[in-house]
């Protein structure tokens, strides 16, 4: 099946027409850094709007360069959440309009399982189950992925996403809005080893982590005024990167057998994150799977890919799907101390 994918759960709004057969035909996406940019974040309302404004054009674009009409498309896929909402609307709503103008099938996506059946896109050999870790903006979990709609967490963060820890600490660094990227880079220039920085939760029991209090940490480094920017990035990413190997070399030996570790989300983009993971399966004997740096950030592909899956597993939904803020994917998980979802 041929699948229209939207995406608008943050500040990327994106539109991608793939296959079921993994042919990716267009993808087209508008980032907002410039909008929100002197805000240091993101602002839902800024956010909300500009994903109405760039929309229609997004779609007509990617029809054209798919070279298709919206009547060749089987089906409509759209993030319905978790996210901001007022941002997840207007995609939703605006793939509820496509659906009812086209006559096609709505298919509500979860952005996070766009996010983690996106590495199923780029490799076709990557089988279920597998030992997912999630690692973005607003998520750090450990997942064995048994199918489409299938997943056991294992664990998740207790506090702040890793994603977050990255934008936080640029922020803290002056290093500016996204972060993720900017802290990578200046970490190429610094010594991992120059700051001493706290590792939460290495060693405990069970798969969690923390980063709050590597944040604060961060700060206090940088307000001792002794430590030059590029160490202390090295050693707040080294820190994140020796809190996410250990905590998934446990889950690995809880998640039973397992195809594949696999890592997706926007920190997945992190070279020093997947260097470090590769290591962990190869010493494990696993195949390491991540996506190609553009499929980790958030984007339309995923979510059209992740709507052919449940398309092609028979799912589809109704035109009054509700848009969720929150949306677990495994809702049996119990909460961890104020976790999220
Ligand atoms: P969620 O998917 O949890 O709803 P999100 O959609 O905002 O959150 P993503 O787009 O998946 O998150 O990822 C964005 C996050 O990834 C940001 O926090 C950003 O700083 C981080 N990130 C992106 N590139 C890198 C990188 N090279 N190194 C570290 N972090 C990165
Ligand atoms: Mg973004
Ligand atoms: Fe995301």
Known sequence: PLILGIESSCDETAVALVRGDRTILSHRLAGQEAAHAPYGGVVPEIAARA????????????????????????????TAGPGLIGGVMVGLVTAKALALAANKPLVAV?????????????????????????????HCQLLRVDGVGQYRRLGTTIDDAAGEAFDKTAKVLGLGYPGGPRVEAAAMEGDAKAVPLPRPLVGTPDP??????????????????IHSTPDI????????VDCLLDRTKLALHLAGPVSALVVAGGVAA????????????????????????WLCTDNAAMIAWAGAERFMAG???????????????????????????
């Open 233 to 240: 990035a090295a050693s707040f990413q080294q820190a994140v």
């Open 315 to 341: 799912h589809s939904d109704p035109l009054d799907v509700a848009a969720r803020p929150r949306w677990p994917l495994d809702p049996s998980a119990e909460k961890v101390r104020g976790a999220g979802v």
């Open 51 to 78: 994903h109405v404004e760039i929309l229609p054009s997004l779609v007509e674009g990617a029809l054209a360069d798919a070279g298709v009409k919206l009547t060749d498309v089987d089906a409509i896929a759209a």
């Open 110 to 138: 979860n952005h996070l399982e766009g996010h983690a059946l996106s590495p199923r896109l780029t490799d076709p050999d990557l089988a279920y189950p597998y030992l997912l870790l999630l690692v973005s903006g607003g």
């Open 208 to 225: 969690h982590f923390s980063f709050a209090g590597l944040k604060s940490a961060v700060l206090r480094a940088h307000d001792a005024g």
């Open 270 to 293: 992190n070279r020093a994150v997947r260097g470090a993971l590769e290591g962990l399966a190869a010493a494990n004997g696993l195949r390491f799977v991540a996506p190609p740096l």
